[in-house]
C-alpha cells in the first residue's frame, strides 16, 4: 500500500493533517535554521490560521521551539524533544520510498 501512495499523502495521513506534515516536514529536512511565521506560510504553502494553529500544537508537544527576537518570532525543530529522533526516521523513509518511486 505505501508504495503506490504519494509522499505527501502518506505524510498527511499519518500525523492527520497536510499543515502540521508540511510545517514538520519543513522544520526537520532544515534541523538547526531557525523560521520565522511568515517563512513558515510561505515555505509550506499554508495561509496563517492552519500555520499558527499547528505551531503552536508542535510547540506544546515540545516537537519545536519558539525564540524571540526584537519584533519577529522565530521557529525550530527541537533537536533534544524525545520526538525528534523518529519524526526524522519517519521523514527519512518517506523520502527513500519517494525516490524509489521516482526511479521507476
Known amino acids: 500500500m505505501l ?3 504519494d509522499p505527501n499523502e502518506v ?3 499519518l500525523f492527520g493533517s497536510v499543515s502540521r506534515a508540511r510545517i514538520l516536514e519543513l522544520l526537520i529536512s532544515q534541523t538547526g ?15 496563517l490560521q492552519p500555520t499558527q ?3 503552536k500544537n508542535l510547540l506544546d508537544l515540545g516537537i519545536i521551539k519558539r525564540r524571540e527576537t526584537g519584533d519577529k518570532v522565530y521557529y525550530e525543530v527541537d533537536t ?3 520526538f525528534f529522533k523518529p519524526l526524522s526516521e519517519v ?7 519517494s525516490e524509489s518511486q521516482k526511479r521507476r
Not at 33 to 44: K, L, S, T
Request: charged content about 25%.
Open 91 to 97: 521523514f527519512e523513509i518517506v523520502q527513500r520510498q
Open 3 to 5: 508504495q503506490t501512495l
Open 33 to 47: 535554521r531557525a523560521f520565522y511565521q511568515r517563512e513558515i506560510m510561505y515555505e509550506a504553502g499554508l495561509s
Open 53 to 55: 494553529r499547528e505551531l
Open 80 to 82: 533534544l524533544s524525545p
Open 11 to 13: 505524510l498527511s495521513r
